[in-house]
T-cell receptor
């Protein structure tokens, strides 16, 4: 069964450093998402991406964040200058469509980001 | 601003009995709802969905009920199994918008 994969599973970085979190969505999916979950808190939407551009972003997704689909398979989230409060589990998700039943988003296993 | 609420952070149920997980929402524009299950160290896994034109959707042991007037939905698991022990997230969206997740309910099914 196809699945969303994410690398690395755990990333430790120093405050102020740049990090890139990588995701490989399901191959026939067209919509891509990033979510984060701070420890003990709810899953929060960050950004959605379709047709090589951001379709929606939350207020969390400020200028420090960017997303890219550098080739036909990868979908990345970059944090330019990490802050302590960026420490969280970051989930990538993809869906075949954006409406109806095909909107079901398939989640990757997550990347745990720890900012020291 | 908690648009999606799951007021029970945890729930314990005996194996074989019914588990009922509740979710309340405040945005009357929400028209599509999902339940996800999440095991530790894994991403959320889609369980079941319901659109606002229905009041019930069933898939095997899982049934979701939607009460639009009360802005309430619930997930019933019958019979509950130890493998159902996980965190369950309710998520909702309005048309063209992205999903808003609830904080989750941790279900423990006791053998």
């Amino acid at each position: 069964e196809p699945e969303v994969t994410q690398t690395p599973s755990h990333q430790v970085t120093q405050m102020g450093q740049e990090v890139i979190l990588r995701c490989v969505p399901i191959s026939n999916h067209l919509y891509f998402y990033w979510y984060r979950q701070i420890l003990g808190q709810k899953v929060e939407f960050l950004v959605s991406f379709y047709n090589n551009e951001i379709s929606e972003k939350s207020e969390i997704f400020d200028d420090q964040f960017s997303v890219e689909r550098p080739d036909g398979s990868n979908f990345t989230l970059k944090i330019r200058s990490t802050k302590l409060e960026d420490s969280a589990m970051y989930f990538c998700a993809s869906s075949r469509n954006s409406g109806g039943a095909a909107n079901e988003q398939f989640f990757g296993p997550g990347t745990r980001l720890t900012v020291l | 601003d908690q648009q999606v609420k799951q007021n029970s952070p945890s729930l314990s149920v005996q194996e074989g009995r019914i588990s009922i997980l509740n979710c309340d929402y405040t945005n009357s524009m929400f028209d599509y709802f999902l339940w996800y299950k999440k095991y530790p160290a894994e991403g959320p896994t889609f369980l079941i969905s319901i659109s606002s034109i229905k009041d019930k959707n069933e898939d095997g042991r899982f049934t979701v009920f939607l009460n639009k007037s009360a802005k309430h939905l619930s997930l019933h698991i019958v019979p509950s199994q130890p493998g159902d022990s996980a965190v369950y997230f309710c998520a909702a969206r309005s048309y063209g918008q992205n999903f808003v997740f609830g904080p989750g309910t941790r279900l423990s099914v006791l053998p």
